[in-house]
């Protein structure tokens, strides 16, 4: 088992190299770069860009070197914690990112935590009283949760949210605490905020989560091993979580490699909308304006996200079920 | 019947499904009873609503039926009579009769135990749910119970996970689940269905000791009048959902009374049959093969050469990959094949006997060019020259195919269910560009008289008929384009008794009408004995006898193959199992076979010795052949 891990550990080196440069070339992709831009939107205002300082700005970020010297750098840079410089906030990448990567961490793991909280009650429910009022009714809503787009939601919340609690509209905080150092106070308004975002996200994943667990749960009930329990005389609930549940975890663990980068890319449309203070706006006006380290380190860390989740998710299985433990490749 | 005496008093039940539409009504007013200390076989075919009974008494039914009537409980230890229809569904009074006081087997002990726990966390769960004891205790108890089943290693089996078991030894696991507790009642649904032969004689005896250790009574759910007559004490018969008859095994057998059973003894192919007589199937199927009658005449005008088919020394190695992610990867090949060489003699029938796993089924894919041997050669001897068969490219194996078809086990995954009949059987036709469309249909409309199936049907889809009607389907398309080799894998195993019969004389009328040569493999030594002209016994990749069909019945040589014939159970009571020859041992060990038999550590390897009249069987190459005679 060690061995397996470590070797998970070690295969994922290469997998991420892959990655980068896959990363690298998407961000080189677009002709010019953050400064063609920059002059361009001066330009466009009627002010004139100071030449010399943007070539001197250039050459002092390597812009004038080749693409595959300018990609050790940048790789070379995030092996020691610098993931260079955002040209259009004029800081470090990591101190753009900081606070905001910690509340988007915040609202997604709230997020998952409350889609399981919800989802496992309902989708058991559903599978144990298939057919039933509840369960149509369970499935209408779900589908409703389905298909009603995030943004909507967002704003239909965020209306009855102002009117019934009078919390105020967008961000993830009250305003006064914005650019603040973290205290008490902000910690509460933050969240006062929270459920929001997270009813909102959550939806769509938690009426997902339903029905798969649902359809597994089904097809689990009908397997024989769950009327030699009863036969048995185990208890119903008991028998119900031990078995068939246990056996219906392998989709919901393997899903786990793939919830986190959704739930954090994701949300970029509803946090534009709610105005939140996550990462995902920023992702996407890093990748409109070409700045091209941030949007960089923003896709690497996604996918270090994914490669983390899928590590993750196979050693859970392979801890939880001996059939893949024990195995290996040849299953019946 | 004297009341107060039965273990078990089934009265007047009646169990129906809700369905859209309508209900079906599984079981009508059915009254039988067990008594204690003894065997009660309830026999019937499938959906004769055995299985729905015995689900009834541990009141374990899927929630779209509802059961009326009375089941009647009289627990010796408490001397208390129970009515488990009126207890609640899943109360504590029901569940602590479920476990402790009946116990329940099924059929396949594969699927019956969870993957995901291992056997000791399931077994001594039993004891978690029934009995106030210290975890050691348990352990204890699931240990003695495990040793009681034949496990030689409990403490090892504890910890093992089901699949790392073979289908015997999981049933096993399963018998050590349900008698934990000492039940009163075992109830068994169809216990050895999935089981070879000599494992399913083990089981039997096995259940039997234990059922006589015990001193309980136990409801035997089977379809094998085999079984019923080895293990028995009382006999009920169900037939859609009617008690037909009812008695001591002594009566049923010998002075069966409803036309029901005596059909379905007639149905059952056995040894003692005289050559050339038939089964009679409950509904005979007439066959009307004039209409590809021409074929025929053709082929008896002009024979061929007298070996059609001849397979020498075939091999084929799977490599099995047992790392996994955690262990070091070791490459064991697996010999799945090994040196298999046959001829298939024009117009005859071959049998092919064997237990799973052991080869037979990748012969036979060999033969199709499904699989590649690694070694080896297959020849087809056409009218017009022999036809290296593995060789064969293009144009060659494309009139090859036409000429070898096969006849699969399962009817129903066979079929498409998106394609129509007259889709399913022109689609040779149109594969091979034979004919016009309006000379296809008439091709058709032939197969489907051959088969006895009116051709009003045609345009129906595989659904909306039965299993037997369905494997006829599976016939007509296999003769679709009038081959001369048909290979039938198991082609009744999945088929009722009654409908077997009807399967097995329809083969045999299309053969003699049509002058097919069959490759019949099974695993039913019976069948094969009525089908087959030579029999081919099959063990660990090997053919270990070969010999006509009466030689090999009557004298078989090789101790696998009298394993094999002392394993079958007869529907007979004055032929009862000889238990006690019946070793816990695997028959398909080598090791367990006498010494001409095995390889030795000598070098000297097994080869075919030949003992005349065609009987041959594989033996140490240095063995005489005296030596080999019993």
């Known amino acids: 088992m060690l061995r397996y891990i470590l070797w998970r550990i070690a295969v994922m080196v290469p997998t991420m190299l892959l990655i980068s440069m896959l990363v690298f070339t998407i961000i080189e992709l677009p002709p010019g770069d953050y400064f063609e831009s920059y002059v361009a939107e001066l330009r466009a205002m009627g002010e004139e860009a100071d030449m010399e300082e943007i070539e001197a700005l250039r050459e002092r970020y390597g812009f004038d070197q080749p693409a595959p010297i300018r990609y050790l750098h940048w790789v070379g840079g995030m092996l020691h914690g610098d993931f260079g410089y955002s040209f259009e906030y004029q800081l470090p990448v990591s101190d753009v990112v900081g606070d905001r990567l910690w509340l988007t961490v915040l609202v997604s793991f709230v997020t998952i935590l409350v889609t399981w909280i919800i989802a496992f009650p309902i989708g058991i429910y559903s599978a144990t009283h298939q057919y039933s009022w509840g369960d149509y009714g369970l499935t209408f809503l779900g589908l409703l949760g389905l298909a009603v787009p995030n943004f909507i939601l967002a704003l239909i919340l965020m209306y009855f949210a102002n009117i019934w609690f009078g919390t105020s509209i967008g961000h993830l905080m009250d305003q006064q605490y914005l650019n603040e150092p973290m205290s008490w106070a902000k910690a509460r308004s933050i969240l006062e905020h929270l459920w929001i975002p997270v009813i909102i996200i959550g939806t769509a994943g938690t009426a997902g989560m339903v029905r798969r667990l649902r359809a597994n749960l089904l097809d689990e009930l009908q397997k024989q091993y769950v009327v030699t329990a009863r036969a048995k005389g185990m208890n119903p609930f008991r028998a119900l979580v031990k078995y068939p549940l246990r056996m219906s975890l392998n989709f919901f663990i393997s899903d786990i490699g793939s919830i986190l980068p959704q739930i954090i890319s994701g949300a970029e449309i509803t946090a534009i909308v709610l105005s939140l203070e996550t990462t995902g706006p920023m992702l996407i006006k890093a990748l409109q304006s070409q700045d091209m380290y941030l949007a960089g380190s923003f896709l690497m860390f996604l996918a270090f996200l994914t490669v983390i989740g899928v590590l993750v998710s196979d050693i859970a299985l392979a801890f939880l079920d001996p059939r893949i433990r024990l195995q290996g490749g040849s299953t019946k | ?630």
């Open chain 2, 1 to 630: 019947m004297i009341s107060g005496a039965d273990l078990l008093r089934i009265e007047d039940l009646s169990i129906s499904f809700a369905m859209l539409g309508g209900q079906i009504d599984a079981v009508k007013k059915a009254n039988l009873r067990v008594l204690p200390g003894r065997v009660t076989a309830l026999v019937g075919e499938s959906g004769s609503g055995k299985s729905v009974i015995s689900q009834s008494i541990m009141r374990i039914l899927p929630k779209v039926a509802s059961a009326s009537g009375r089941i009647l409980f009289n627990d010796p230890l408490t001397g208390t009579e129970t009515d488990i229809l009126r207890l609640s569904q899943d109360g504590p009074d029901i569940r602590a009769i479920r476990g402790r006081r009946i116990g329940k087997i099924f059929q396949e002990p594969m699927t019956s135990l969870s993957p995901l726990h291992t056997i000791g966390d399931q077994v001594s769960e039993v004891l978690t749910i029934h009995e106030d004891m210290s975890r050691d205790e348990r352990y204890e108890r699931t240990i003695e119970m495990l040793r009681m089943v034949g496990f030689a290693k409990p403490e090892r089996a504890f910890r093992m996970y089901p699949f790392e078991l073979s289908g015997g030894m999981r049933q096993r696991a399963m018998i050590a689940l349900a008698l934990i507790c000492r039940p009163a009642l075992l109830i068994a649904d169809e216990p050895t269905t999935a089981l070879d032969v000599t494992i399913q004689a083990q089981i039997l005896r096995l259940l039997k000791d234990l059922q006589q250790e015990f001193n309980m009574a136990m409801l035997l759910i089977t379809h094998d009048l085999g079984v019923v007559a080895n293990v028995a004490d009382e006999v009920v018969v169900i037939y859609h959902g009617e008690v037909m008859e009812a008695g001591p095994v002594e009566d049923i057998f010998r002075r069966p009374g409803h036309p029901y059973l005596k059909g379905l003894m007639a149905a059952v192919p056995h040894f003692d049959m005289k050559p050339g007589e038939r089964l009679k199937a409950l509904r005979e199927v007439p066959v009307n093969a004039s209409h590809l009658l021409g074929v025929s005449e053709e082929r008896q005008k002009e024979p061929g050469p007298d070996i059609l088919l001849s397979v020498r020394d075939v091999t084929k190695s799977y490599k099995i990959r047992k790392s996994g992610f955690f262990r070091r990867p070791d490459e064991a090949p697996v010999r799945a094949v090994d040196g298999v060489s046959f001829d298939i003699r024009r117009g005859e029938c071959l049998g092919l006997v064997g237990e799973s796993g052991c080869g037979k089924t990748t012969v036979s894919k060999m033969l199709m060019r499904a699989v590649t041997p690694d070694s080896g050669s297959i020849v087809f001897h056409d009218r017009n020259g022999p036809v290296d068969v593995l060789e064969a490219e293009g144009d060659q194996l494309q009139k090859l195919r036409g000429k070898i078809q096969m006849v699969f086990q399962d009817p129903v995954s066979s079929l498409s269910p998106r394609m129509t009949v007259q889709n399913i059987l022109s689609e040779p036709l149109e594969i091979h560009k034979r004919g016009t469309p309006k000379s296809r249909l008439e091709t058709v409309s032939a197969l489907m008289e051959v088969i006895g199936l009116n051709r009003r049907y045609l345009n129906r889809y595989p659904h909306s008929f039965s299993g037997g009607q369905r494997q006829r389907i599976g016939i007509a398309r296999a003769l679709a384009l009038g081959p001369e080799l048909l290979i039938c894998d198991e082609p009744v195993s999945a088929l009722d008794v009654s409908v077997q019969a009807q399967i097995l004389n329809l083969l045999k009328d299309l053969q003699k009408d049509l002058g097919l040569t069959y490759l019949f493999i099974s695993h039913n030594l019976a069948v094969v004995d009525y089908m087959a002209d030579r029999i081919a016994v099959m063990c660990a990749g090997r053919i270990v006898e070969l010999a006509p069909r009466e030689i090999l019945m009557r004298a078989p040589v090789h101790p696998y193959t009298k394993s094999l014939l002392a394993a079958v159970p007869f529907p007979d009571l004055d032929r009862p199992l000889d238990f006690s020859t019946l070793k816990t041992a695997n028959a398909s060990d080598m090791r367990n076979w006498s010494a001409p038999f095995r390889q030795d550590d000598d070098g000297h390897g097994l080869a075919t010795a030949d003992l005349g009249e065609g009987h041959l069987v594989l033996a140490r190459s240095n063995a005489d052949v005296r030596e080999l005679r019993p």
